[in-house]
């Protein structure tokens, strides 16, 4: 019997729920992966609460040097030939990642480094920033979620050691048009209340819709970042949404997918610097929703421009309120985009594609030199 090849695996699993942590927790909870190799997971998240995030404390130091401790015993004790980590690309938590990455050269064990999120290029012309980027990026390999985001890690990635793995998610059950509210066209927004996720854009577009006599409803789903309730419900009696708007917490599991099904229309006017490839849309287009985003990372490669949804520009909201009207008053341009974006979902965003094609990039590495 052929011993399978050792993979450890530093990736973010939840809590915190996010992007980068849901991820983590379909590689470790894919058999796939674990038949496939002999596989070692060390969680690197810090922060239990979205609004810790980029946060020095003394419990994340500590859990530092838990991590750097499980990392020896690793390498020690298991000797894995390859590791696939998921980089921080900025902040405190690249430079445990450079420590962490010490570690690995010091052992000769290959890397891959998933990058879920951007900012390499805006720190580039940093003397300080650049030595670090060249020692952690030198002989490793790299996957992002997108083609336009080679450009963020250019300076220091060879494009030959560069692969394109687009986010996939587990498919549903679920049944749309079964529970649709059909009298009153609901405008969903699901993600952590941040700010730079377009929470105020979003309001500020429904005020605009109010004012022209447009009727719909607005649902926001989502933890608390660093706008909370009160401060989500100081805005809506600002903009005096209180009869269109409603904040319905965090949701998961049927309550998550409930949400999504009674929806019309999806909404994510993100300007997030580091934004790169969102899950929550891919999410949506399962759920045949048209979808409003912005032009952030890799979300141009997910929505098709007046096909499956609009782009609209960041922080405008006027543009995002006309885009909203033109879906609101037009059904059969709905129930179009929400078609072709469930099939686009289906042909490129499975959890099916994407786990084949991380064990076709894992084996591509394992067998270089």
Known sequence: MV???KVLFLLHLPPPVHGSSLVGQYIKGSDLINNKFSTR????????????????????????????????????????????????????????DVLLISLLKLFGVKRIYHMHNKGIRRNEDYPFHSFFYRFVFNGSNVILLAKKLYKDVQTFVPEKNVDILPNGIPQKPFKVEEIKDKEIINILFLSNLIESKGVYVLLRAMAI??????????????????????????????????NQVEYLGKRYGADKELAFCIADIFA???????????????????????????????IPDIIEESITGFIVTKNDSLALANKLEVLITNPELRKSMGKKGYEKFHTHYTIDQFENRLCEILEIVLQKD
Do not use: W
Request: aromatic content about 8%; some cysteine; charged content about 20%.
């Open 3 to 5: 011993a399978k090849e």
């Open 41 to 96: 997971y060390i969680n690197l998240l810090a922060s239990k609460r979205v609004d810790d995030s980029g946060k020095v404390s003394l419990s994340k130091l500590l859990g530092m040097i838990v991590t750097i401790i499980n990392l020896l015993r690793e390498l020690i004790l298991h000797r894995p030939q390859l590791c696939y980590l998921a980089l921080t690309s900025t902040g405190a938590a690249f430079y445990r």
């Open 209 to 242: 819709l109010k004012r022209k006599g447009i009727v719909f409803k607005g649902t926001f789903i989502g933890g608390e970042g660093d706008i909370s309730s009160d401060q989500l419900t100081q805005k809506v009696n600002q903009f005096e949404l209180q």
């Open 268 to 298: 994510f006017p993100t300007f997030y610097a580091n934004e790169c490839f969102p899950l929550v849309l891919l999410e949506a287009m399962q759920h045949s929703l048209p979808v409003i985003s912005t032009n952030e990372g890799g």
